[in-house]
Nanobody, 124 residues
Framework: VQLQASGGGLVQAGGSLSVDCAAS??????MAWFRQAPGQEREFVAA????????SYADSVKGRFTISRDSAKNTVYLQMNSLRPEDTAVYYC????????????????????WGQGTQVTVSS
């Protein structure tokens, strides 16, 4: 399984960006986005159940970010609105091949495959 992330870039605070992640190989139980800022640990952003489409979000992005997927294209998207400087990070997509309970979607150690990361920079 390979994950190829794209999108991101530089935007002013209050602006919008989107990132997407194309997966090759097989279908998944769940896909997610994590992010990592310099000097910080990787943190959970959002996750989506591949079959049912159920979503989960970190409190810090609720109401601003939207995760979605296109099963036909094997692609997961993250639409980011009302961006803040603290959203600046490298964003990584991750795939869990088997089912994952909703209470554990924020654990990066439970994901099997990771994309290469894409930079999102929000200027103040």
């Amino acid at each position: 399984v390979q994950l190829q992330a794209s999108g991101g870039g530089l935007v002013q605070a209050g602006g919008s960006l989107s990132v997407d992640c194309a997966a090759s190989g097989r279908t998944f139980g769940r896909m997610a986005w994590f992010r990592q800022a310099p000097g910080q640990e990787r943190e959970f952003v959002a996750a989506i159940n591949w079959r049912g489409g159920g979503t989960s979000y970190a409190d810090s992005v609720k109401g601003r970010f939207t995760i979605s997927r296109d099963s036909a294209k094997n692609t997961v998207y993250l639409q980011m609105n009302s961006l803040r400087p603290e959203d600046t990070a490298v964003y990584y997509c991750a795939a869990r091949l088997n089912r994952l309970v909703a209470t554990a979607v924020d654990r990066p150690d439970l994901y099997d495959n990771w994309g290469q990361g894409t930079q999102v920079t929000v200027s103040s």
